[in-house]
């Protein structure tokens, strides 16, 4: 059950586009759909921002996007706004009904 | 609306035990698998437990099992997880979430847990 692997920070000017990897293994991210990304703001709890890899529920900006080559998940926003400045964490189905979590990593809209 | 508040966090003592509650509104609970995920402040986040809809299943972080126990009561609305043999690294915010085709969806705000003498 080790964490995936995600860049401490990423940054990026408004209206430009960041991309966040998160890389596990054949264990975990490679072998399942499961791939899910959450937004979490200082003090505030997680908001799913992307589930199934590329799904996004109601409401959340279609800005945000995901996809999965092989053991990497990537989560995609285009047009950078101030509002998405916060910590980003992936997680994944890790088989044995067990779930990871990325180490986060720190958006910043310069 | 989907609403999860948490509590029974506090100060314990290491060895001690402590009882966490996730009080469920807004939704059918009994219908749904839920999930425990710690966070240590200032660092991320790492899956607990997880329960299925009816209490049949659980599952644990190879980090808690043996020490906690996920729990809960559908006719309350309410998700428990009991905790014991606390060890200074539990420290944590711990949440209670809502099962989304196998991802947690909605998200309590958290309760403080410290282990410290």
């Known amino acids: 059950q080790s964490a995936l692997t995600q860049p401490r920070s990423v940054s990026g000017s408004p209206e430009q586009s960041a991309t966040i990897s998160c890389t596990g293994t054949?264990?975990?991210?490679?072998?399942?759909?499961?791939v899910s990304w959450y937004q979490q703001h200082p003090g505030k709890a997680p908001k799913l921002m992307i589930y199934d890899v590329s799904k996004r529920p109601s409401g959340v900006p279609d800005r945000f996007s995901g996809s999965k080559s092989g053991n990497t998940a990537s989560l995609i926003i285009s047009g950078l706004q101030p509002e998405d400045e916060a910590d980003y964490y992936c997680c994944s189905y890790a088989g044995s009904q067990t779930w990871v979590f990325g180490g986060g990593t720190k958006l910043t809209v310069l | 609306d989907v609403q999860l508040v948490e509590s029974g966090g506090g100060l314990v003592q290491p060895g001690g035990s402590l009882r966490l509650s996730c009080a469920a509104s807004g939704f059918t609970f009994s219908g749904y698998w839920m999930y425990w995920v710690r966070q240590v402040p200032g660092k991320g986040l790492a899956w607990v437990s997880r329960i299925k809809y009816d209490g049949t299943y659980t599952s644990y972080a190879d980090s808690v099992k043996g020490r906690f126990t996920v729990s809960r009561d559908n006719a309350k609305n309410t998700l428990y997880l009991q905790m014991n043999s606390l060890r200074a690294e539990d420290t944590a915010v711990y949440y209670c979430a809502r099962d989304y085709s196998s991802v947690p969806d909605y998200w309590g705000q958290g309760t403080l847990v410290t282990v410290s003498s």
């Open positions: 054949s264990s975990d991210v490679g072998s399942y759909n499961y």
